[in-house]
């Protein structure tokens, strides 16, 4: 993974002197909060309901061992003993004293860590594929290209206060694993046919009040041209993007607004001052960023088929996980593992200061010392020697990380919601965890196969709701929690948004309501048919009907 | 009288800025004046014929574009900032200098705050009239934020992967 140099150190440690400063200066009341108030969020410090939550930046999801330690001992002396994986691949801790921030920021820059530009209306963290690198469709490995555009996006001047938030996320890979048409800026590397890389780009994605999947505004974009293209597009959306309305100022209302053609007509206009400039990318930094992504030493190994599968027989348990849990891996005789954060009876993406310290170790001792954070909210040791696995399940049992349902039901992706979030109209975290009580039956929850439920406590859409293939949105109906459901969602190639099923719920009915809408699609299907192809196929009518039938 | 940063220090204020509102009726032939743009806008042989020095400010939905080939005629141009969360004329700032190559002072005026200084001056601000409520010798500070930066902007013409030993 990338390492600071001199350079980058200098610039976070900075970056902890001026806080601690602004910090300071708030507290001594020189700094109204109104004033403090976008200085804290552009360190990721928000005012909660209970405490301040403090989002930690993990540049595009990557973690060194050294990393995760550190998360574990600030997890221990400066919050509950518990850390939280964001749907942005970031870690937030939820009861930070104020005062102490500073202090956690001094720390996180000794292992190469920060929290800049976690929120507020700038460039947020950069996103990928948590398969990065190593999955067997990869075409182009993105985690050089996410690291060139966060040093570049990493204290821009001119986009320090834009009209709104800016999420960036790159794929590389066949399928699409990093949900780019749902970001403000989504960017597919590629190959041409004459075999230069480059990327297609896509603009004004997003979720949120107003979900729209992005507008691809150029077909190939040569790879020197990326930062000279991005700033194009951001000072596009500095100058022009509605700022009389938080809730029309995403760059999705403005491409909308102009139709995509012209806003790519402004936004080419404003590139052709800037191609070839200063910004055009040389060989030799790309060189010098991507050595930090070189492969590990691998083993020459062979895949160990046969072995798993004698193991599968005698080990339903092991079967189970594996068919889950395990995916392949571009290197013969390595696999892809993902921990499991979705435990039933813990918040999704929650992990304990021990866990930490557990996956740290695991990390070293089976996966070169790296993890990955998915924004589905699990974590991933991306490198395991397929002859490892059955030791390293065992391991994974013991650390409560081998719930073997990555990609079911149960696999929430879920907001922290109104247990924690000032934002949220509703509480997410109990729903689902209703949810996974109902469908606490492994058989019935393989049978069910993969579906994404997604559950977001307010219309911000922070577990992604829109794109879930059920879509569970808390909502206040005159001061009570109440929850809309939506069906049909995607967040990959070709994604789709939700539609709305009808009149929402209340919590306590909402394990029931699920349960009928899965009996439909058992019911409906085809053989080996995935949840959403029969919603395609059939359309939302079957599923309102018994949803909303008068008997029930 | 207002002290402003300029350059890095902080100087007395003798430009008088007009209201957005303003007309000729009355106008020193003498004073250095900043007029709003819808001054200039209507009354431009008038303002070059004055003695006084002569600036335009522009409001933060203002486009620099509607003066790009009357830069001449500015010795200030002073940008509007309605809240320091609105960064629009942080590309103004930019276009001024890159795109524009005006080489008079360009000001910052408005909710002027000491943390945004930094980037005001790398985007190509050189003077900030700041909020009058504080205290300009405390801003100063801002500009030793931080010693390395990552991009190209005014400040600076080469972005960082250009420079790194």
């Known amino acids: 993974m990338y390492v600071y140099d001199e350079y980058d150190q200098r610039i976070v440690e900075d970056r902890v002197k001026q806080f601690r400063d602004q910090t300071r200066r708030y507290l001594a009341g020189e700094l109204s909060g109104e004033e403090y108030r976008p200085l804290r969020l552009q360190n990721g410090l928000y005012i909660q309901r209970y405490a301040p939550m403090l989002r930690i930046a993990v540049p595009y999801g990557l973690l060194s061992s050294r990393q995760v330690r550190k998360l574990a001992q600030i997890a221990r002396d400066y919050d509950k003993g518990y850390a939280h994986i964001s749907t942005r691949q970031n870690v937030q801790f939820n009861w930070p004293a104020l005062e102490d921030v500073p202090e956690i920021l001094a720390e996180l820059a000794t292992v190469q860590m920060h929290a800049i530009q976690t929120s507020g209306n700038c460039i947020r963290n950069t996103t990928t594929d948590q398969f990065a690198g190593v999955a067997r469709d990869e075409r182009v490995d993105p985690r050089p290209w996410c690291e060139i555009i966060r040093q570049w996006s990493t204290f821009h001047p001119e986009f320090a206060h834009l009209p709104r938030k800016f999420k960036i996320a790159v794929n590389g890979s066949a399928q699409d694993r990093a949900a780019i048409e749902v970001h403000d800026i989504g960017l597919e590397a590629l190959h041409n046919e004459a075999g230069e890389l480059g990327f297609r780009v896509s603009v004004g994605g997003g979720l949120g009040r107003t979900p729209i999947v992005g507008s691809f505004i150029n077909e190939f974009l040569p790879w020197r041209h990326l930062l000279s293209y991005l700033e194009a597009i951001l000072r596009v959306y500095n100058r022009y993007g509605r700022r009389d309305n938080k809730y029309k100022a995403r760059i999705k209302i403005l491409v909308k607004a102009l139709t995509p053609e012209v806003f790519a007509e402004r936004v080419h206009a404003e590139w052709a001052h800037l191609e070839d400039g200063p910004l055009t990318l040389t060989d030799a930094e790309v060189q010098r960023v991507s050595q930090h992504f070189i492969d590990p030493a691998y083993k020459a190994l062979d895949d160990q088929d046969d072995a798993l599968a004698h193991l599968d027989a005698e080990h339903p348990g092991f079967a189970r996980w594996r068919s889950r849990n395990v995916v392949a891996h571009k290197k013969p005789g390595y696999a892809a593992v993902t921990l499991s954060l979705k435990p039933t009876g813990a918040a999704p993406g929650d992990i304990t200061d021990k866990q930490l310290d557990a996956l740290a170790d695991l990390a070293d001792r089976y996966s070169f010392g790296e993890v990955r954070n998915s924004h589905e909210q699990n974590i991933i040791l991306a490198d395991v020697e397929q002859a490892q696995l059955f030791t390293l399940w065992g391991e994974l049992r013991e650390a409560g990380f081998a719930t073997p349902n990555v990609g079911l039901l149960t696999d929430v992706i879920c907001c922290p919601g109104g247990d924690f979030c000032s934002l949220a109209n509703a509480k997410s975290i109990p729903v689902a965890e209703a949810i996974q009580r109902r469908f606490d039956d492994l058989d019935y929850l393989f049978d069910i196969g993969d579906l994404d439920l997604n559950i977001s406590g307010c219309m911000n859409a922070c577990g992604h709701h829109h794109v879930g293939h059920i879509g569970i949105l808390g909502v206040d109906k005159k001061g009570q929690e109440f929850y809309q459901v939506s069906l049909g969602g995607d967040a990959g190639r070709e994604a789709s948004l939700a539609q709305i099923l009808g009149p929402s719920f209340a919590q306590d009915e909402m394990a029931d309501v699920i349960d009928r809408i899965i009996k439909v699609y058992v019911e409906n299907r085809t053989e080996d048919e995935r949840f959403l192809d029969t919603f395609r196929r059939v359309g939302i009518d079957p599923f309102k009907e018994r949803v909303y039938a008068a008997n029930h | ?165």
Request: glycine fraction near 6%; include cysteine.
């Open chain 2, 1 to 165: 009288m207002q002290r402003i940063i300029k350059d890095g220090r902080i100087i007395d204020e003798t430009w008088h800025t007009l209201a957005k509102d303003a007309t000729l009726e009355g106008m020193s032939n003498c004073d250095d004046l900043i007029v709003p743009l819808a001054l200039w806008r209507d009354h431009a042989h008038a303002l070059k014929a004055r003695d006084g020095g002569l600036g335009v400010w522009l409001d933060a939905d203002e486009e620099i574009e509607e003066i790009a080939d009357q830069l001449e005629h500015f010795q200030v141009i002073a940008l509007n900032f309605p809240a320091f969360t609105d960064g629009r004329h942080s590309s103004t700032a930019y276009l001024l200098r890159q795109r524009y190559g005006y080489q008079g002072e360009v000001r910052a005026i408005g909710d002027v705050l000491r943390d945004q200084l930094f980037a005001l001056r790398r985007c190509g601000f050189d003077a900030f009239a700041l909020r009058e409520d504080r205290d300009p010798e405390d801003a100063l500070k801002a500009f030793d934020d931080f010693a390395e930066v990552y991009q190209a902007s005014s400040d600076q013409p080469l972005p960082l992967f250009r420079r790194r030993a």
